[in-house]
């Protein structure tokens, strides 16, 4: 059962239980991309763009509910259906379709100034993450890496140090990797997200925020965003 939350403030929930701690005991912060950072899921746009639309929107909506509870697979699937589109195709999602969601570049100002590590964890695609990530300024990345060959995509990921698909479990491992990494503890960590891929590293996190998010995500999220922009966390960390 769902643990009892408190409306905040319109738009915003608070589950019930121990105080929030300041903003001054986080450490890290660590987000999911496509519809939480920005407002496209990637692999829908290029999929629109190359007449595969419906087919693929309709694996991310279901795996994003969990209604397919392998990301691996529902990856797969989609990324198969779009083998042989053009690697163009890549360069219009980022400049005509690609837009933050309000209250991004706030929040990410703000927790940068109070000191936190940001990191960028998605199941997307490294063509987009390398562009947020330097316009928001993360610390660290990890994502998927289409495979092109030919100037098209292969309908595959290209293998990477850590392996070559981003799923929920890979999210856990970064975020507790990146706490290792700089030092903290995970209960000095948030994590930030809106599907059911992010669930994991929510769970490992001391903090765990919701944005516009499926309903499985919000009921088991610390804090629901579910009016208005990111900056909204600000709201609840002094």
Known sequence: MPTPSTPAAAGLVLRDGPALPPLSHFKLAAFDM???LISIECIDEIAALAGKGEQVAAITEAAMRGEITDFRDSLQRRLALLAGVPATVLDR???????????????????????LTLVLVSGGFTFFTRYVAAELGMDFVRSNELEIADGALTGRVVMQDWGDICDGEQKRLMLLQCCAAIGCQPHEAIAVGDGANDLPMMGAAGLSVAYHAKPRVREQARIAINEGGLDRLLELLK
């Open 34 to 36: 496509d519809s939480t």
């Open 93 to 115: 999602v980022l400049a005509e379709r690609l837009t933050f969601n309000p209250g991004a570049r706030e929040l990410c100002a703000a927790l940068k100034a109070a000191g």
